[in-house]
């Protein structure tokens, strides 16, 4: 096995599976963890979901499957850099939007307005009880049941009345805590996967321009390198350049400043990781400054382009169409769900049942089953 740092999670001082379990034979706890994201539902079903475009709109643009997989390999390449452990860093990244909505956030703000009265929809925790409870795999327990590091990982925010209401996942928002290294480097992963992925996506759409971009200097600094180097290189080559240049530069920064501050504080391990009252892996000033910049503009040009914000207010009504239908006629759920509704006995925890089907629902499955309630035309 590879050398990792003292303060890297390890197997050995693992919080632990909330089942008990025979340690692997062949693999780590945290392949082990892996290994069961990568076969769960939830985890296939991420590539018919989507961030910022709806999955129909075309081939091209990244689904929450192949955002997962990014975020996966920069995780992984960071984790190896700083000796981190690597497969709980991937486990992490591939579980992370294991809970998202159908319609990216457009999805998730609309179930979030249904599910109001009980409770809320906040996609961060439904990873966790997808990771927990809903996948149905396992003779021996419900859900994955993976380690407490995966989990916590998995559980990126979470306000502090449902954090008391979690148990051990939980007590870190209560009290200030950090979660391990690579917990913190996944959920950074994640930015800088997302920010830099979109403007690929906005350019291949047609909704932002290279020339516009050069407001942003993050990105005209190394837009005009790629000019001088390759004056007649096209347009899309040149962004794929630009791109890949502010990737690498975050990451570096990532890379050097983590460093810095896991040495200025001494930390020793995993128990100082989670003692320290400021996340250790981080950006610079400069960094952190120039990404703030690149997500206002992304915000202002891309995430309210009429194009973008026509399917989001779309995708909207299909939520909340859909969530209505079943909350006022429980029959139109499947058996399984059903039963699991029958099986409750208030309205706050139906409704939650309610909320896990629509939620696990992908763009293309939503679509069709609003038609299926809706449109009187539509076969069954
Ligand atoms: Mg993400």
């Known amino acids: 096995m590879r050398d990792l740092a003292r303060y890297s999670a390890s197997a050995d001082t693992s919080r632990g599976r909330r089942h008990h379990e025979l340690p692997p034979e062949t693999r780590s706890e945290y392949q082990r963890d892996r290994d069961r994201i990568v076969h769960c539902g939830a985890f296939r079903r991420l590539e018919y979901k989507t961030q910022v475009f709806v999955n129909h709109e075309g081939d091209m643009f990244r689904t929450r499957l192949t955002h997962s997989l990014e975020v996966a390999q920069i995780g992984r390449t960071v984790a190896r850099t700083l000796r981190l452990d690597e497969d709980l860093t991937e486990a992490v990244c591939l579980a992370h939007d294991l809970g998202h909505t159908p319609f990216g956030h457009a999805g998730q703000s609309a179930l979030d307005l249904c599910m109001r009265a009980h409770g809320g929809f906040e996609h961060n925790l439904q990873s966790l009880r997808i990771v927990d409870s809903l996948e149905e795999r396992y003779a021996a327990f419900p859900g994955l049941n993976l380690t407490f590091e995966a989990r916590e990982g998995v559980l990126k925010h979470c306000s502090v009345d449902r954090a008391a209401k979690l148990g051990p996942v939980g007590q870190r928002f209560l009290c200030g805590e950090q979660p391990s290294l690579e917990a913190q480097l996944a959920n ?80 020793e391990d995993i128990a100082a ?44 009504r299909v939520i909340t169409d859909l969530f ?36 696990g629902m992908t763009d293309r499955y939503a679509l069709t089953e609003h038609r299926r309630l809706y449109d009187p035309g539509a076969l069954g």
């Open 188 to 267: 950074l992963c994640d930015e800088v996967a997302y920010n830099h992925h979109d403007i690929d996506d906005g350019l291949r759409a047609g909704l932002l321009r290279l020339e516009e971009l050069m407001e942003v200097e993050a990105f005209a600094e190394p837009l005009r390198t790629v000019r001088s180097l390759w004056p007649g290189l096209d347009e899309r080559r040149t962004a794929y350049e630009v791109i890949r240049r502010m990737i690498d530069r975050a990451i570096r920064d990532l890379v050097a400043v983590t460093t810095a501050r896991i040495e200025a504080h001494a930390v």
């Open 273 to 316: 990781v989670r003692a320290c009252p400021v996340p250790l892996v981080g950006f610079s000033d400069t960094l952190h400054a120039e990404l703030g910049v690149l997500k206002r503009f992304l915000h202002a040009r891309m995430y309210r382009h009429y194009r973008v914000h026509r399917m989001a207010v779309k995708a909207q």
């Open 324 to 359: 209505t239908a079943y909350s006022q006629d429980e029959r139109l759920l499947p058996p399984q769900f059903l039963g699991r509704w029958q099986a409750q006995s208030t309205a706050r925890t139906r409704a939650r049942v309610v909320a896990d089907y629509v939620a």
